[in-house]
């Protein structure tokens, strides 16, 4: 969006509307703030994020020599020990394999995940992101395909025999 569109929208809005989203904004900032000094007791706080929908959320791993579990907590509301979001991978031939992508839908949060995953990948000098789409996954494959290649992985589906396999190369 150009800013010359992002002023225009601004100035329309009433003085009401602009409270309401300081104030949402507000709460967000304040319940995040609580939110890492919690997460951070149990798991590597990776970085905060903003979603498409302005959302703020708190990025965390927990990690060992054969798992790495990114996950992602949403300041909309209170930690209380659970994420809205995870990706589970695993150390596999010098390779991250993702095992599975669990939470909430169509809110941006996959894509967050991604994007953190694909740095932790750089950071351990890993080049290959891998990941396999199995008979579980065929009743969203669409889905899960548009999602992998937007992301740059190469993906192959075999319908015939409902499974896939995905692969990003940071080569």
Known sequence: MSQSVFLMEEENKTKDELKQ???SLEIQLFRMQDNIKKIARQAEIVSIDQTRHDEWVVIYADKTSENFQL?????VKPFRGDWNSAIQA????????????KGEENKGYGSILMKH???AAR????????????KRDFDHVERLKHFYSKH?????IDHHNQQGE???NDG
């Open 90 to 101: 695993e150390f596999k031939d010098q390779n991250l394999h993702i095992a599975d992508i």
């Open 117 to 119: 995953l694909k740095e």
């Open 71 to 75: 996950m992602l907590h949403s300041s």
């Open 123 to 134: 950071e351990e000098n890993i080049q290959y992101i891998t990941g396999d789409i199995v």
């Open 166 to 168: 995905i692969v990003w």
């Open 21 to 23: 989203e300081l104030d």
């Open 152 to 156: 740059d992985f190469d993906v192959k």
